[in-house]
């Protein structure tokens, strides 16, 4: 395959599924969820606060907490600046996620 037609191949797929190329880890666990209420369309709406208020490991770590509230209660209650910061940036997520998508 040249990569003229692999760059081709490439751009034809973004255009029909533009979704699916740009979803990130956030959405992407949102969508896969049983969550009552998760749409695409709101899962899409909180990737967008995460690209918003977090970096790409952090959008990681969020969603492998997504389904853990266990690890999400020992960030909050970790005594690690790491942790602090971390929690800060996550509160910030969930506000501005809150403020966009009526996600709460």
Known sequence: MTPTFRFALAATATLMFPHAALAGPIEDVCNRSDRQGASRGLCSCIQQAA???????DQRRVAKMFNDPEAVQEVKLSDTDRDDAFWRR???FGDTA?????AG
């Open 90 to 92: 996550y509160a910030a």
């Open 51 to 57: 690209d918003m208020t977090l970096d790409r490991t």
């Open 98 to 102: 809150e403020a966009m998508c009526g």
